[in-house]
């Protein structure tokens, strides 16, 4: 049909009316998804819909659609018992008081579940130690029962962390949106800090810094972090993170001021590559001892290539690059020891590749100077030292097998990393104390404030608040500002994100003994990695301390057991070897 003038009528369109101001300002259609529309998130920007925990015109929040939960028929069951019963499914997680939220959402109490689930299958083996947060969910959850802000940077982190076993990106918008909730819930605590609300202010703190993809932000939340636990420092006795905050208390960090670029001289450059060397060389140890763990073997390739990625790289100028170049190391120490120890209980080579991992975070803390204790070292020490223990142990028995031997052979690496760790956090922890002595610290809990709001306002979450949607770490250099890559073996194009390695073999879900249709495919679109990948053929011992009548302790080079054999299955799988982009 003719429009006016003779000429071709114009097609009717519909207009976005509520749409973002990044797609308005690009001048292309936003669909409103909330708490991020598809367009930011498919080029990375921040939406500001995320300044807001309602959606444009809503009254209320709304979910992502189709959140990739990882719901089974077993664990609908249980939680709509626990909604309808108001009774705790964990009690032998020891939570006091007992949460009680009659008011959350089915789907919120499914991400509750998730990390409850964790945490309590590691405990029954008595791994909990050897990961990073296990051991906190508890005490996380009795804050988060009388504080909304806890509980909403709680739901965050179970989410993050199934947006990375699933890849969901309706699932990370879901840890979006708890996020900025739970954000905003502390920027109005922080004001009325007390002794009655400490704890649930640096529950909160700990859980979002854990979460931040961005280096302000980050910073933000641990310098908070540093103010809160110097105020708990004289009633630590009574707080539920007491044995934290006696190890952080003296913990050098940066600060706020640490954003200038600056040269790296020709002798750190040197240093740099020897520890890099040094690495390597103890990861390259590890192979021949890793034929028959096929999982252990595919991530040390992993790690090796990213080992082979800092090497070719610039080094970090600036605080923001050492956290660039660090995030996916950091990923790492937070997901992958969960797939590990689901995938193998009692076994001495996968706590010997755990050992070398968290090791590498001591050895390279030299090579970024502001940031790498407070980021990634100092999170590492504590599973770390509990490893060399229960090796130890075992060693000392009687009936220790060959592989037991092998292992605490293997294990030199570790020990020297540790040691010589502890004598540098030693050292600047007296110079620290020192400094303590004669000055005060001026970053008080009203500037603090005023930085979380300007964070929440300008910074934000940049684009996801799970480790599986950073950035890519690194910026590689060209040859010419390295002298010795001719010595280095040659790369093979790797993944920067530390996702789960390829594998040929058949994977499978992590299946309770107790739920056929926990595996279904239509739970989830994950697929497993290699540590699920063993035959499982026979149950193996959990960890448990010596005694002169344990016959095989740890049950270690038996045959490997799917992650299961408890009535609240966990709801979890491990991670796909695709990548998120």
């Not at 965050?156 to 990375?164: G, I, K, P, T, Y």
């Amino acid at each position: 049909m003719a429009g006016a003038g003779g000429g071709p009528s114009r097609r009717s369109h519909t207009k976005s009316r509520k749409g973002c101001k990044t797609c308005k300002r690009r001048h292309i259609r936003c669909d409103e998804t909330f708490p991020q529309c598809r367009n930011c998130t498919k080029h990375q920007v921040r939406c500001d819909y995320m300044d807001s925990p309602t959606a444009p015109g809503d009254e209320s929040p709304r979910y992502p659609p189709q959140a990739n939960l990882l719901w089974t028929p077993e664990i609908e069951r249980t939680i709509d018992s626990w909604r309808a019963t108001g009774e705790f499914p964990f009690p032998e997680l020891n939570v006091f008081p007992q949460p009680h939220w009659p008011s959350v959402s089915k789907t919120d109490l499914r991400l509750i579940y998730h990390v409850c689930s964790i945490s309590s299958e590691l405990q029954r083996n008595r791994t909990s130690k050897l990961t990073i947060w296990t051991d906190y969910i508890p005490r996380f959850l009795s804050c988060a029962a009388s504080q909304p802000f806890v509980l909403h940077a709680l739901l965050s982190f179970a989410a993050a962390h199934l947006a990375w076993v699933t890849q969901s990106p309706e699932t990370r918008n879901l840890a979006f949106q708890h996020n900025m909730i739970a954000m905003k819930g502390l920027h109005e605590a922080t004001p009325l800090f007390s002794k009655a609300n400490s704890d649930s202010i640096l529950a909160a703190s700990l859980l979002l810094s854990w979460q931040s993809t961005e280096w302000r932000n980050w910073l933000s939340l641990v310098t908070g972090i540093r103010t809160f636990v110097a105020s708990m420092y004289q009633w630590r006795e009574e707080s539920l993170f007491a044995d934290f905050i006696a190890d952080f208390h003296f913990t050098p960090f940066p600060t706020l001021a640490s954003i200038s670029t600056y040269q790296v001289t020709p002798e750190a450059r040197d240093q740099r590559m020897r520890i890099l060397q040094h690495v390597q060389q103890a990861l390259q140890r590890l192979q021949p001892y890793l034929s028959e763990n096929e999982a252990e073997k595919k991530w040390v390739e992993q790690f090796q290539g990213y080992i082979d990625q800092l090497r070719a790289s610039n080094p970090a100028q600036s605080v923001e690059e050492q956290f660039s170049q660090l995030y996916a190391l950091r990923k790492w120490m937070f997901w992958v020891p969960i797939t590990l120890l689901s995938a193998r209980k009692g076994d001495v080579f996968m706590l010997l590749v755990l050992a070398h991992f968290y090791a590498v975070a001591l050895a390279v803390e030299p090579n970024f100077p502001d940031i790498g204790a407070a980021f990634t070292a100092n999170l590492a020490v504590s599973p770390l030292e509990e490893i060399i223990r229960i090796i130890d142990a075992v060693s000392a028995t009687p009936t220790f097998s060959q592989n037991t031997q092998t292992a605490s052979a293997m294990m030199d690496f570790p020990r020297d990393t540790l040691s010589t760790f502890r004598t540098r956090v030693d050292w600047s922890r007296r110079q620290s104390q020192e400094i303590a002595a004669i000055q005060s610290d001026p970053y008080g809990l009203d500037t603090l404030s005023l930085d979380l709001g300007n964070q929440i306002a300008e910074f934000g979450y940049s684009q996801s608040l799970s480790p599986a949607f950073a950035p890519s770490p690194l910026h590689l250099s060209s040859p010419t500002m390295i002298s010795d890559l001719s010595s280095m073996p040659p790369m093979t194009p790797r993944s920067p994100w530390l996702e789960v390695p390829p594998s040929g073999i058949e994977p499978h879900l992590f299946t309770p003994a107790s739920s056929s249709v926990y595996a279904s495919p239509t739970t989830s679109s994950a697929i497993s990695s290699p540590a699920s990948s063993m035959p499982s053929t026979a149950a193996a011992t959990p960890y448990s301390l010596p005694s002169a009548h344990d016959d095989g302790l740890f049950n270690f080079g038996s045959p490997p057991t799917t992650f299961g054999g408890y009535p609240h299955p966990t709801g979890f799988v491990a991670p796909p070897p695709t990548v998120w982009t």
